[in-house]
C-alpha cells in the first residue's frame, strides 16, 4: 500500500504544476486583396514557448489547410494560396506547449466584408476655368481592388495654414481611366492640400489615405473688411484724433491681393461734407470734430471691390451703453478662452481687443468681432509667454458701440526678473514703514499676488509679513530699541517670488514724541513757576518790589538836616583841598556836623546847574553824554579830619575848587558851559562860611551805612528827575 502511494505521488505533483497555453480569443481576420489572408489572436504573448495551428474550411466547407505559427510571430498567421472571392471562411486556432493542447471556438468570415484595398494615386488638385471657389481632384483607382466592385472614397481637405481637417464622402462606381471630384464652396484664392482614401462597398476596412496633394482656388474681388477704431483724448483746439484701424475679415482668402484701400468719412446726417482717403496701409490717423461720424472703408484689386464696411464714431459727449456684467479668463490646454456675462439679450455682436500691457504705448493692436457667443478663445501660440496682456470686449448694438470691460490675462506665468526698490522711512523707536515701488510691467512676468516682507534684527529670528498686490508700504512695529535691522521685500506670482535688495536701518534710542514730552514738562513746570511768581506778586506786590527794585535811601530825607548849624561851624576841620583827584579818599564824605540846609543848598544849587547845562547842550551833546565811553561824574567831596569841638582858627578855607576838579568836572563840555558852571559853583561855595562847614558833634550813624559817594550822570534826562526829587 505505501509502495503504491509513493509510486502515484510523482505523477499527482506533475499533473498539479501543469500550466496549459491560454485559449486563443479575439480573433481577427483581414483579406488583403489579392496578396494574403492573415488572422490574429489574443493573447500576443505566453509565459512558455507554444506552438499555433491556424486551420481554414474554405471552398463553403469542401477545402480546408492549416498554418503553422509560434509565440515568437505574436499570435498571427498568413494564408498565401487558394485565396477567393466572394467566399466563406472557418477560422479555429489551436494552442500547445509542452504541458498540453487547448483549441479556440469556430469563428466565421465573409471575405466581402473583410476585404482591404490599396489607398488610390491622386494625380492632381487643380481649379476650373470659371468656377469660382472650386477644384478638381484627379485620381487613379487602386490597382489592387476588385474590378467589378463599388468603392466608397473618403475626401479630406484643409487650408494650407490650418491643423483642422475637412471631410467629404462619396462613391464612385468602376469606371476606366482616371476619376474625378470637384470640391465646392471653398474660398477665393486659397491654396489646399487634399487626401484620399478608399474601401470595397460592403468592407469595414478602409485603405490607408493616398499621399498629400496641394491646389489654389482661383482669384476674385476681395472679401470684406474687419474695421475697428480708437479713440483719444481731444486736443486744445477741440480736434479729436481717432485712430482708424482694418483687416481682412475672418474667411478672407489666405493669398488675397489687394492693390488698396477707399476711406471716406462724413458727419452723421451731412454727408456733404465727405472726405476721402486713399491708402495702402491697414491704419489711418483721423483729426474729427466733437460730433458724430459715420467712416466707412473698401479694398479692391484687379478683380474688383470688396463689400463696404462701416463704423460710428460717436461724439465727445455722447455716453455708451453698459451690458457686460462680469467676465473671466481661463486656460485651457493650449488656448486661453475668455467667458463674459451680459444682462442685454439683444446685444449679439461683440468686438474683443487685445494687447500687450507695457510700460509704453502699444505699437499694435489685436482685434476680433465675435457673434452669437458670450465666449472668445484664441490659441496660446499666439500671444507671447510671461507678457501680460489687456483684453476688452465692447457690446455692439447695431452701429453702436457700449462701454467695455477689461481684465488682464498671462498665457504662461514666472517668477519677476528683478524684486521690488524698497527703502525704509519713519524710522522711530519701535517702529519704521518699509516702502517698495512696484515693478515695470516688461520684467514682472506674471500677475503679482502678493508681497512678503521679511525682517530680521542683528543676530536674531526672521520675521515675515504678507500684504495683497495693491499695498505698497507697510508698516512695522514692536520692534527693538536701538537695533540693526535687515529687510527684504519679495514680489510673488503663481510661479513663485523674487526679493528685493537688502536694506539696513537701526532703530533710534529715543523718539521725538519722548524729546517733545520731556520738552513739554520742563517748559510747563516754568510757566507753572512763572504763573506762581506772577500771582504771588498780584498778591503781595510791595514784597516782590522790595525783592527785585530793594529800596536806596534819599540823602534830602537824612538826620544830617537836622544837625544845628552852630555846632557845625564850630566842629568842622579842614585841612584843604588835595589838588590830587586820583585818590579814593577825595570822592569820600568823612562824617562831620553841618548845618541843617547844607545839604539842601548843595544839593539845590547842583540840580539848577545840571538843569541849565543839561537844556542848552541836549541837542548837541547827546552821544557824548549818553552815549560816549567817558560820562562825567559830580563826587560831594568831604575830608576826613574835622575834630569835634575844636574851633577853626586857622586859616579860613579855600573856597576855590580845585583847577584839577573844575577839570574833571568839565571834561566834555563845551567851553562856554564849562566857565559858567565853575562860575556858579565858586558862588555857592563861597556863600557858605567856615562856620557852616562843620559842627561840634558825634558821627552821624546814617552817614556810616549810607551809600559813601553821590554820583550824579550828566544826562537829559537828569533835569526832570531832580525837578521830580525837589
Request: with cysteine; proline share 6%.
Amino acid at each position: 500500500m505505501w509502495a503504491w502511494a509513493l509510486w502515484m505521488l510523482p505523477l499527482l505533483c506533475k499533473f498539479n504544476l501543469a500550466v496549459l497555453p491560454a485559449k486563443p480569443e479575439n480573433i481577427s481576420c483581414i483579406f488583403y486583396y489579392k496578396k494574403n489572408f492573415t488572422c490574429t489572436w489574443s493573447p500576443e504573448e505566453e509565459a512558455s514557448y507554444t506552438w499555433y495551428k491556424v486551420k481554414r474550411t474554405y471552398s463553403y466547407g469542401s477545402e480546408s489547410d492549416i498554418c503553422n505559427s509560434t509565440s515568437e510571430n505574436r499570435a498571427s498567421c498568413s494564408f498565401l494560396q487558394s485565396i477567393t472571392i466572394p467566399d466563406r471562411y472557418s477560422i479555429q486556432v489551436e494552442a500547445q506547449n509542452a504541458d498540453g493542447i487547448i483549441e479556440s471556438d469556430i469563428t466565421h468570415w465573409r471575405l466581402d466584408n473583410i476585404v482591404k484595398i490599396e489607398p488610390p494615386k491622386i494625380c492632381s488638385v487643380k481649379p476650373v476655368f470659371g468656377m469660382k471657389r472650386m477644384v478638381q481632384i484627379k485620381w487613379e483607382r487602386p490597382s489592387l481592388a476588385p474590378a467589378s466592385s463599388t468603392l466608397n472614397y473618403t475626401l479630406r481637405f484643409r487650408t494650407v495654414n490650418s491643423a483642422r481637417w475637412m471631410e467629404v464622402n462619396f462613391t464612385e462606381n468602376f469606371t476606366k481611366g482616371n476619376q474625378t471630384y470637384n470640391l465646392t464652396e471653398l474660398q477665393a484664392f486659397t491654396e489646399y492640400v487634399v487626401a484620399l482614401r478608399c474601401a470595397a462597398k460592403r468592407s469595414k476596412f478602409w485603405s490607408g489615405w493616398s499621399q498629400e496633394k496641394m491646389g489654389t482656388t482661383e482669384e476674385e474681388a476681395p472679401f470684406s473688411l474687419d474695421l475697428w477704431r480708437v479713440l483719444r483724448p481731444a486736443k486744445v483746439d477741440g480736434r479729436r484724433p481717432v485712430k482708424l484701424l482694418w483687416k481682412k475679415a475672418r474667411g478672407a482668402p489666405v493669398l488675397e491681393k489687394t492693390l488698396g484701400y477707399n476711406i471716406w468719412y462724413f458727419p452723421e446726417n451731412n454727408t456733404n461734407l465727405t472726405e476721402i482717403v486713399n491708402t495702402t496701409n491697414q491704419q489711418l490717423e483721423l483729426y474729427l470734430g466733437n460730433k458724430t461720424y459715420c467712416v466707412s472703408a473698401i479694398s479692391y484689386n484687379s478683380l474688383g471691390e470688396s463689400p463696404v464696411a462701416t463704423l460710428r464714431i460717436p461724439a465727445i459727449d455722447e455716453k455708451s451703453f453698459q451690458c457686460i456684467e462680469a467676465m473671466q479668463a481661463c486656460l485651457t490646454q493650449d488656448q486661453l478662452v475668455v467667458e463674459w456675462q451680459s444682462s442685454t439679450p439683444e446685444v449679439d455682436t461683440w468686438m474683443v481687443e487685445w494687447f500687450p500691457d507695457l510700460d509704453s504705448e502699444p505699437s499694435t493692436i489685436s482685434w476680433e468681432s465675435v457673434s452669437w457667443a458670450s465666449n472668445w478663445t484664441i490659441q496660446q501660440d499666439k500671444l507671447k509667454p510671461f507678457w501680460c496682456y489687456n483684453i476688452s470686449v465692447y457690446p455692439m448694438l447695431g452701429d453702436r458701440v457700449g462701454e467695455p470691460y477689461s481684465i488682464q490675462a498671462y498665457v504662461k506665468e514666472g517668477i519677476p526678473s528683478v524684486g521690488p526698490i524698497a527703502k525704509a522711512e519713519n524710522i522711530g523707536v519701535k517702529t519704521v514703514t518699509i516702502t517698495w515701488k512696484e515693478i515695470p510691467k516688461s520684467q514682472r512676468n506674471g500677475c503679482i499676488s502678493n508681497y512678503t516682507i521679511f525682517y530680521q534684527a542683528e543676530d536674531g529670528k526672521e520675521f515675515s509679513k504678507t500684504v495683497n498686490s495693491s499695498i505698497l508700504q507697510y508698516g512695522l512695529d514692536s520692534l527693538t530699541r536701538k537695533t540693526s535691522y535687515t529687510v527684504q521685500v519679495m514680489a510673488s506670482t503663481s510661479a513663485g517670488g523674487t526679493n528685493s535688495a537688502r536694506i539696513n536701518f537701526k532703530t533710534l534710542s529715543i523718539s521725538v514724541f519722548e524729546i517733545c514730552l520731556i520738552t513739554s514738562l520742563v517748559g510747563g513746570g516754568l510757566l507753572i513757576l512763572i504763573f506762581l511768581t506772577v500771582a504771588y506778586g498780584l498778591k503781595k506786590p510791595n514784597k516782590l518790589k522790595h525783592l527785585c527794585w530793594p529800596d536806596v535811601p534819599n540823602p534830602a530825607n537824612s538826620s544830617i538836616a537836622a544837625w544845628h548849624e552852630d555846632d557845625f561851624k564850630d566842629k568842622l576841620h579842614l585841612d584843604g583841598f588835595d589838588d590830587s583827584l586820583n585818590t579814593e579818599g577825595d570822592r569820600i564824605l568823612k562824617p562831620c556836623s553841618a548845618p541843617r540846609d547844607f545839604i539842601d543848598k548843595l544839593v539845590v544849587n547842583f540840580e539848577n546847574f545840571l538843569e541849565e547845562v543839561s537844556t542848552e547842550e541836549s541837542g548837541k551833546d547827546q552821544e557824548n553824554i549818553l552815549g560816549g565811553e567817558k560820562n562825567e561824574y559830580v563826587t560831594s567831596p568831604y575830608r576826613p579830619s574835622c575834630p569835634p569841638r575844636k574851633s577853626f582858627m586857622e586859616p579860613p578855607i579855600s573856597t576855590e575848587i580845585p583847577a584839577r576838579k573844575s577839570q574833571y568836572l568839565c571834561s566834555g563840555m563845551p567851553a562856554g558851559t564849562c566857565s559858567e558852571a565853575e562860575e556858579r559853583l565858586l558862588s555857592s561855595a563861597q556863600s557858605l562860611g567856615p562856620n557852616d562847614l562843620c559842627e561840634e558833634g558825634a558821627p552821624n550813624p546814617y552817614l556810616k551805612n549810607s551809600v559813601t559817594t553821590r554820583e550824579f550822570l550828566v544826562s537829559e534826562k537828569l533835569p526832570d528827575q531832580t525837578k521830580r526829587e525837589v
